[in-house]
């Protein structure tokens, strides 16, 4: 095989990466394979390490902080009403 050769099935390859990618940004989220991911990394962690993970401060610190935020969020929408939500959702 000449390199004119390997240049242009390399080229061809990018061509149909591009267009496999345009197609998938299309189609959108596959919600169906990012749930199926999800429960296929808990089955590996829960292999590796033990399903559920073990308890720790930065575990603890982080899910405080999303409770505070929640907590925020949720006061701003109860006290602004349907004035916070947008109006073409």
């Given at each position: 095989?000449?390199?004119?050769?390997?240049?242009?099935?390399?080229?061809?390859?990018?061509?149909?990466?591009?267009?496999?990618?345009?197609?998938?940004r299309?189609?959108?989220?596959?919600?169906?394979?990012?749930?199926?991911?999800?429960?296929?990394?808990?089955?590996?962690?829960?292999?590796?390490?033990?399903?559920?993970?073990?308890?720790?401060?930065?575990?603890?610190?982080?899910?405080?902080?999303?409770r505070?935020?929640?907590?925020?969020?949720?006061?701003?929408?109860?006290?602004?009403?349907?004035?916070?939500?947008?109006?073409?959702?």
């Amino acid at each position: 095989m000449n390199p004119e050769d390997v240049r242009r099935m390399v080229a061809g390859w990018r061509v149909v990466a591009a267009r496999e990618r345009a197609e998938r940004r299309k189609a959108g989220p596959d919600s169906a394979a990012a749930v199926q991911g999800a429960f296929a990394l808990m089955d590996l962690f829960g292999e590796l390490h033990g399903w559920p993970p073990p308890e720790n401060a930065a575990r603890r610190r982080d899910d405080e902080l999303a409770r505070e935020r929640w907590v925020r969020v949720r006061r701003f929408y109860q006290a602004h009403g349907k004035e916070a939500k947008p109006e073409n959702p």
